[in-house]
């Protein structure tokens, strides 16, 4: 998820240490190799709701590489930095980052990281959600105080990130006041409303075109013929609302829930459905399919419908597949 690549550079992979440390040093990727390897078994939970539980990863523990550089009493926090386009980073206190046993981890399931998962070099952080675990490591640096990841700084995702926390988003910074009277304006269009509480509200008709809903509550609502075209409603809850003719072309769907909701009418072509849920999981059957409410007017495209997983995807068809055969 996030960047797909490393920034493609000719030089030698090395990890550079630096900031508020007695001793900046640098280490190819050579000699990350040749220090004692530990091996880590974890679950890797991303934020946006699919894990994968039980991967092993081996590498050099951070503790041994920060003992290396030695850092001042005053530094408090930890940057990893990515060789990326967009110099990704994101950040750790320091003490955690020791405790929770970090490792810049050079193979994943006994075999070198592919660079599509990091590779050659990647932070691995047990108990935080994926979103610590930085891909391309090429800079740890020292701090004395926090400076903001780029999905923490531009995404709204918890800087603590603790799963067993649910700690995955924080709200736009408007009140439930605030957010009423947003919504009654039925255009929200662009608007940054992340996390917002809508729940059983009658926004029929709402105007929501590229509007920011990661993480919004829309349980039960009427959005009947609403457009959340180009939206991002990531992580967004939609369980039980009446979405008859509501549209979300080319919206970013991951990790949106669906549940119960109704569909009839529906348009869902171009969005990005990693992860969505249609059936909630104690409902799904390979005898009998859960029911998600489709008619033949309910509309995806065949490459979303391949973003969601096995068992999501068997609901979802088994429904279209009815309602046509239903005229
Ligand atoms: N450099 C970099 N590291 C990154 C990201 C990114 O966009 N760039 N995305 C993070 C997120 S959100 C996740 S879920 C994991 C995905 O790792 P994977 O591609 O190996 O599954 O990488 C994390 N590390
Ligand atoms: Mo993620």
Redesign the pocket.
């Known amino acids: 998820?996030?960047?797909r690549l490393p920034r493609s550079s000719d030089a030698v992979w090395r990890v550079e240490i630096c900031g508020a440390v007695t001793r900046p040093c640098t280490l190819p990727l050579a000699d990350l190799q040749a220090l004692p390897q530990s091996v880590i078994t974890l679950d890797i939970h991303?934020?946006t709701r699919w894990s994968k539980p039980d991967v092993r990863f081996t590498g050099v523990p951070l503790a041994d590489l920060l003992r290396r550089a030695e850092p001042v009493p005053a530094a408090r926090f930890i940057s990893f930095v990515?060789r990326?386009d967009r110099w990704?980073s994101t950040s750790l206190p320091l003490d955690e980052a020791i405790e929770l046993g970090t490792l810049a981890a050079l193979t994943a399931e006994d075999a070198p990281l592919p660079s599509?998962?990091?590779g050659p070099v990647r932070l691995v952080v047990p108990r935080r959600y994926?979103?610590k675990?930085?891909?391309?490591l090429e800079r740890i640096e020292l701090l004395e105080s926090d400076r903001l990841g780029h999905?923490e700084a531009t995404a709204g995702y918890h800087n603590h990130a603790d799963p067993w926390q649910e700690e995955r988003y924080i709200a736009a910074g408007i009140s439930k006041a605030e957010a009423a009277a947003i919504l009654a304006q039925r255009d929200v269009s662009k608007l940054d409303l992340r996390s917002i509480d809508a729940r059983k509200r009658d926004l029929s008709g709402l105007v929501a075109r590229n509007a920011l809903l990661r993480d919004a509550d829309f349980r039960g609502g009427n959005l009947r013929a609403a457009c959340f075209d180009g939206a991002n409603l990531t992580n967004a809850h939609l369980q039980d609302a009446d979405l008859r003719e509501a549209s979300f072309r080319d919206a970013d769907l991951e990790g949106a829930n669906f549940s119960r909701a109704d569909l009839r009418g529906a348009c869902f072509l171009g969005a990005s459905l990693v992860a969505a849920t249609f059936a909630e999981a104690g409902t799904l059957d390979a005898q009998a399919p859960a029911p998600v409410v489709v008619d033949r007017r309910t509309q995806f495209s065949s490459t979303s419908l391949e973003d969601l997983t096995p068992d999501q995807q068997m609901c979802v068809r088994a429904a279209l597949d009815q309602a046509a055969r239903d005229g």
Do not use: P
Request: charged content about 10%.
């Open positions: 998820m996030g960047e991303c934020v990515a990326s990704h599509q998962h990091g994926f979103y675990s930085l891909k391309w999905w």
